[in-house]
């Protein structure tokens, strides 16, 4: 007895295949069967997120049998650990660490730029490595020692698999150490000695009125 295999998709109860015919104008959606096999393959090539849903397996038996799948289609997702703006005292170590989520397998490589060129792990310069720990989430670390004002600018992780994110590293020669101070709004203005004035006096102004306020 000759069965017809068909594929059905839920969210607009499109039929999309019938034996090895195919019923949509999408050409990511194929139906593959092997002569002599009893396997009937729906395949969707470069899946996106709106694939995501219930597909339907249909045989042409009396009463008709089903089989229900749920596709789940995600997407890698890239994450550079920390703020987008990072202040390092100069001399001290920059430590970045990249995370992809959500990836069906690990990323073949990841790659670390700095300002749109790819970080040499051997220049001259020294200092810099990276550590890749590859899994169900993937982690790259940079580390680069004795940071200069020349280690400034935009770092970008790029893994294979998933988009690129970046973090801008600001390298202080000790001259703004108030930018350097987690929690203090001030460090985003302190481009002058007047801007980094009017900070520290803002500051000793909301102190002295505490003074104040518990002398009361």
Not at 106 to 128: E, K, L, T
Not at 131 to 160: M, R, V
């Amino acid at each position: 007895m000759l069965l017809q295999v068909s594929w059905v998709r839920h969210r607009d109860i499109h039929l999309l295949t019938v034996g090895r015919y195919t019923y949509t104008s999408d050409q990511r959606f194929k139906a593959i069967h092997h002569p002599h096999s009893e396997d009937w393959i729906l395949q969707i090539k470069y899946p996106q997120h709106r694939d995501s849903g219930i597909y339907e397996c249909q045989i042409s038996t009396t009463p008709h049998m089903s089989h229900f799948i749920h596709l789940n289609v995600i997407e890698p997702s890239t994450e550079i650990i920390g703020s987008p703006d990072l202040y390092i005292e100069s001399g001290s170590t920059i430590n970045l660490t990249c995370v992809i989520h959500d990836s069906p397998e690990p990323p073949a490589f990841i790659f670390w730029n700095h300002n749109n060129a790819i970080i040499s792990y051997d220049s001259p310069r020294g200092g810099v490595s990276v550590i890749t720990e590859k899994g169900e989430t993937s982690t790259s670390f940079l580390l680069i020692q004795n940071a200069k004002p020349s280690d400034s600018g935009q770092y970008q992780c790029n893994p294979s698999n998933a988009k690129s994110r970046s973090v801008t590293v600001h390298v202080l020669n000790g001259e703004f150490p108030a930018a350097m101070q987690r929690g203090v709004p001030c460090h985003q203005i302190a481009s002058s000695r007047h801007y980094l004035f009017i900070c520290i006096s803002v500051l000793l102004s909301t102190f002295s009125f505490l003074k104040i306020f518990i002398s009361v």
